[in-house]
């Protein structure tokens, strides 16, 4: 019986191979595209989840909560705090905390930057990670340990056995040799960790600051916890603010007016939950959205959906070819089970024979689409995590799916109304069905080119918006923070700022694209709140190098006494020193100053200092454009500089940045030399948001791919039905343009109605996804416009041809139809 059904539904196909390509085709497309997206979505589900005890295994992440600071979630946390947790939470089994440092690293007398995490001794005991070589147990021992990734071992020792060898690491000016004992296997690319270095911390690391391991004011360390078996986390997160309230010292914060209890929120959060949680900032890997993922798994769910719909619609729609081919069945005694399950076999062969071409698909296009992404995707079909029989079982669910209706709705005809002579023609599917199904598919269509619209709109303005300062033409040069760099920082900037091409130089500890935050608070007379300010280190150059606009007052000038605030900050400043000022608009504003002039003059108390604003400069947006314009304190000062920033008019920037690299390395050659670009560094703060344009995109033109398909085919089906009424319309005058509007017009009403149900949806999404921008377009009507205008055109331009075929046929033909 199978093989017989089986041999129908081939003979079914191949008769009518158009019908067996749009739909096969249309199926593989939908497919690929589903798998494609599902393995990118089930990749970032899986992040650590291949962690030994992942489920037990939990971080300490910090939330800022108080109504007077910008809100932060950090996944650090006290250092104190991981003591504290194993003393009062019986719950937990294990503890460890680790402070992260970017040290540089000696190897045969050549400098390079390296990021390290300095841990407790347990480190690998409670985080189980793979090693190739050491024992986990005891690899952090020794004062002198060191465990290196394998990528780190491999460029600083090749591809031996690196145990017992040593690396000259220098921190904070103080070079140490270190041991190398342990190296990790390459991790997963699904993890938020990043261990490319790790050696013990102990209180021996920080002799020159034994009070840095007992702070309760600052969130330097990521801590971890095991929870034993059985135990409930939530109930531990309940206790935590009661645990704060009773842990954390009261004057912590130096003001002793604001408790650190009142401002952080501690949270234990399970590690297979981080990458797509909302603590993201001080993330040892870039973490990804929930909403993002979730949105790609509704798209990829979309997609294969309009595939499905393409079947429907067609099986409906050729319901007259195949209503004989029942009629006669039945009468030789089929029963309408048995029909039901040769459609049914039909439409599963067909998803069958799509899901083969789609993994072809898969298999030629994942290592194109990881490199897009920038992750490493694979497909394994089986073990734990193969994808075998969750393929099978989507490509049965999409064959039962999309052959539901046609199986039932073509085996309901009755034999005797279907024999009757010449009347296959006129039993038809259900034209309401069709017609609901295509504006679907056109809806969905429509929104995703809306979305695709909008995101490129965005991310085209983010990354061109007047940030507050001029970002051609601007380089900046980091390391010169670094104890060896500061003492010849200035030497540096002076003969930067004699090369050819150089119009500007200036240094900071703030830059564009910079993770740096530093808060101060400001007092006022006359107000009894302390007003946090962020507060930077510039010199007298930096505001003319980075092309900042001085609104009211003065910059700093370097020939002012008072301008100069290192003094006044100092730790042994005598009371009472006073020092200049200047503040950013929105700072100026957040003071109680309703236009910048009026700000000039004015006196406050900055952590203790009486100081007075002397200028008022345009805010500028050294980070994202997601976040909210910082009110920015800037004191001038000739130390404490991290970096330094250039402002050029130079043909060959690159070859410039290559002098500069001359000038770092003759004056301090034990230090690495880092420069970029600015506008490449805004540009990688957009890089997730113009993935996912390009994501909309392809999905769109996915989407219209598959929806054209089946405009086209339903498009022939419905003129084959008609093609009498268009003969008898041509014989009575009827040109031939008339009978192409006629169906035209037949298939743009559901592409219109579509338009009316995608602009909406569209706008909703759109405005809550722009809304986590704080500079955002304004969302006009212009993309829905060119979006339904598009699709619109595609839908007509897919059955013009067509139809103007039909239109241009001998009526004598068509009056012989049938």
């Not at 250039?646 to 920037?653: L, T």
């Not at 722009?770 to 055109?793: E, H, Q, S, Y």
Request: net charge neutral.
């Amino acid at each position: 019986m199978w093989r017989n059904y089986l041999t129908v539904g081939m003979r079914a196909l191949a008769k009518n191979k158009a019908y067996a390509f749009i739909n096969i085709f249309g199926l593989t497309i939908g497919l690929a595209a589903c798998l494609l997206i599902l393995i990118f979505v089930r990749h970032h589900l899986s992040y650590d989840a291949w962690l030994p005890n992942a489920e037990r295994t939990f971080q300490l992440q910090s939330e800022r909560v108080a109504t007077t600071e910008p809100a932060t979630f950090t996944q650090k946390t006290f250092f104190p705090a991981a003591a504290a947790l194993a003393k009062d939470f019986p719950q937990i089994e294990k503890v460890t905390a680790a402070w992260d440092t970017r040290p540089i690293v000696l190897k045969d007398g050549r400098p390079t930057d390296a990021d390290m995490l300095m841990a407790d001794e347990n480190f690998f005991d409670l985080l189980q990670v793979p090693f190739l070589y050491g024992d986990p147990a005891t690899v952090l021992s020794g004062l002198d340990s060191l465990v290196l990734g394998e990528e780190e071992a491999r460029r600083h020792f090749g591809s031996g056995n690196p145990l017992g060898r040593t690396l000259t690491v220098v921190r904070r000016g103080v070079p140490a040799d270190l041991r190398v004992t342990g190296v990790i296997a390459k991790l997963p690319e699904n993890t938020h960790l990043a261990l490319p270095m790790v050696s013990r911390l102990s209180p021996a690391t920080f002799a020159d600051e034994p009070e840095a391991l007992e702070r309760w004011n600052s969130v330097p360390a990521y801590v971890y916890a095991r929870l034993r078996p059985g135990s409930d986390v939530g109930a531990i997160n309940s206790a935590l603010p009661a645990w704060e309230k009773k842990t954390i010292p009261v004057d912590s914060v130096g003001s002793g007016e604001m408790s650190r209890a009142d401002r952080w929120a501690l949270h234990l959060a399970n590690v297979r939950n981080i990458h797509l949680g909302r603590f993201q900032e001080s993330a040892m890997t870039a973490g990804s959205d929930r909403t993002t993922i979730v949105t790609f798994a509704v798209i990829a769910l979309l997609i294969l959906g309009i595939a499905c719909v393409n079947f429907t619609n067609l099986a409906t729609a050729r319901a007259s070819q195949r209503a004989r081919e029942v009629a006669l069945r039945k009468v030789l005694g089929a029963m309408r089970r048995q029909l039901i399950a040769q459609f049914l076999g039909e439409s599963i062969v067909m998803a069958g024979l799509a899901l083969l071409l789609a993994l072809s698909v898969v298999e030629l296009t994942l290592p194109a689409f990881s490199g897009f992404l920038g992750t490493e995707l694979s497909l394994s079909y089986i073990g734990g995590e193969g994808a075998l029989l969750p393929m099978v079982a989507l490509a049965l669910a999409v064959g039962i799916l999309g052959g539901v209706y046609p199986a039932f709705y073509l085996s309901g005809f009755s034999p005797a109304a279907v024999l009757k002579a010449n009347q296959a023609s006129t039993v038809q599917g259900s034209t309401r069905l069709r017609t609901l199904l295509v504006v679907g598919q056109f809806a969905v269509s429509i929104a995703l080119i809306i979305c695709t619209a909008v995101v490129y709109m965005q991310t085209q303005y983010v990354r061109t918006a007047d940030a507050g300062y001029q970002r051609d033409g601007l380089l900046v040069m980091k390391n010169l923070g670094r104890k060896a760099a500061a003492p010849v920082a200035e030497t540096i900037q002076r003969e930067v700022e004699r090369l050819d091409g150089v119009v500007a130089t200036g240094r900071a500890d703030i830059t564009p694209a910079s993770d740096v935050r530093r808060t101060d608070f400001a007092k006022v007379p006359g107000r009894t709140d302390l007003i946090p300010l962020g507060s930077y280190v510039v010199d007298a150059g930096f505001f003319r190098a980075m092309g900042i606009r001085t609104l009211a007052g003065r910059a700093f000038a370097a020939n002012r006494a008072l301008d100069d605030s290192t003094a006044a900050f100092g730790d042994d400043a005598p009371t009472g020193t006073a020092a200049n000022v200047v503040v950013s608009a929105a700072g100026a504003k957040l003071l109680g100053f309703d236009v910048p002039l009026a700000a000039i003059g004015a006196q406050m108390q900055v952590d203790d200092v009486p100081v007075t604003i002397v200028g008022v400069v345009a805010d500028v947006q050294y980070r994202s454009m997601r976040e909210e314009m910082e009110p920015i304190l800037y004191r001038m000062s000739g130390e404490d500089h991290s970096s330094l920033v250039v402002r050029f008019a130079s043909a060959a920037p690159s070859e410039l940045m290559a002098r500069i690299g001359g000038v770092w390395r003759r004056h301090v050659p034990d230090v690495p030399f880092e420069a970029v670009f600015v506008e490449d560094a805004v540009a990688e703060l957009y890089q997730a948001d113009e993935a996912r344009g390009y994501v909309f995109a392809a999905s769109a033109a996915l989407a219209i791919i598959v929806g054209c398909l089946g405009l086209y085919a339903l498009a022939a089906f419905a003129a084959e039905r008609r093609t009498k009424e268009i003969g008898l319309r041509k014989v009575l005058g009827a040109r031939s343009r008339d009978i192409v509007r006629l169906l035209i017009w037949q298939f743009s009403k559901p592409v219109i109605i579509a338009n009316l149900i995608a602009w909406p949806v569209s706008w909703w999404v759109m405005r809550d996804w722009l809304n986590g921008f704080d500079a955002r377009i304004d969302l006009g009507p212009a993309p829905f416009v060119l979006a339904g205008g598009l699709a619109l055109a595609i839908a007509v331009g897919t059955i013009a041809g067509h139809a103007l075929k039909v239109a241009r046929a001998n009526p004598i033909h068509a009056l012989r139809y049938e």
